[in-house]
T-cell receptor, first 112, second 115 residues
Framework: GDSVTQMEGPVTLSEEAFLTINCTYTATGYPSLFWYVQYPGEGLQLLLKATKADDKGSNKGFEATYRKETTSFHLEKGSVQVSDSAVYFCALSSSGTYKYIFGTGTRLKVLA | ETGVTQSPTHLIKTRGQQVTLRCSSQSGHNTVSWYQQALGQGPQFIFQYYREEENGRGNFPPRFSGLQFPNYSSELNVNALELDDSALYLC??????????????FGPGTRLTVT
């Protein structure tokens, strides 16, 4: 079945460091891919999405490119801030289904 | 525009009891999905409702049931609670019948503790 694998956390970085959170997926067909962020005590917020191969989603300085050849959707940011501290979830949604499949999440902690 | 709201925020129940969680979808959204998020895990899909009918279901037993009302708000009912049902329950709405390229908008969740 479809699945999403994320790198284990927590990831601890200093402010202004470069961030990469790896995400790979297994799916039949061509899923849509998403990154969601969950701040402490809150629900999930959509960070960015890509719906076809080679699409790049971007928002608030975060980027991710849909790589069909490597079945990956890695999240990157050039310079993280303390306010980026949160849990990040990679997710997919396949055509013909009605659900999102989420990874287990990666906790990011940014130190001042 | 009002976002997705859920009630209650927190709930404590005893094993064997029944619980009802409520969700109001974002304005203009006719599709509601429910997810269970155990501590330290990603959300797991429970089911989705579109125009008052169940539109898909994950690997959850029948004691998890739901409803969607004409105003597109929704309820999640769980019977015969078990300790493993302790989790954050998330509701998400989207503006279509679950089209796979559309993002879902999540509420803040209801934290259920079963003792």
């Amino acid at each position: 079945g479809d699945s999403v694998t994320q790198m284990e956390g927590p990831v601890t970085l200093s402010e202004e460091a470069f961030l990469t959170i790896n995400c790979t997926y297994t799916a039949t067909g061509y899923p849509s891919l998403f990154w969601y962020v969950q701040y402490p005590g809150e629900g999930l917020q959509l960070l960015l999405k890509a719906t076809k191969a080679d699409d790049k989603g971007s928002n608030k300085g975060f980027e991710a490119t849909y790589r069909k050849e490597t079945t990956s959707f890695h999240l990157e940011k050039g310079s993280v801030q303390v306010s980026d501290s949160a849990v990040y979830f990679c997710a997919l949604s396949s055509s013909g289904t009605y659900k999102y499949i989420f990874g287990t999440g990666t906790r990011l902690k940014v130190l001042a | 525009e009002t976002g997705v709201t859920q009630s209650p925020t927190h709930l404590i129940k005893t094993r064997g009891q029944q619980v009802t969680l409520r969700c109001s979808s974002q304005s203009g959204h006719n599709t509601v999905s429910w997810y269970q998020q155990a501590l330290g895990q990603g959300p797991q899909f429970i089911f989705q409702y579109y125009r008052e009918e169940e539109n898909g279901r994950g690997n959850f037993p029948p004691r998890f049931s739901g409803l969607q009302f004409p105003n597109y708000s929704s309820e999640l009912n769980v019977n015969a609670l078990e300790l493993d049902d302790s989790a954050l329950y998330l509701c998400a709405s989207s503006p279509t019948g679950g089209g796979f390229s559309y993002e879902q908008y999540f509420g803040p969740g209801t934290r259920l503790t079963v003792t």
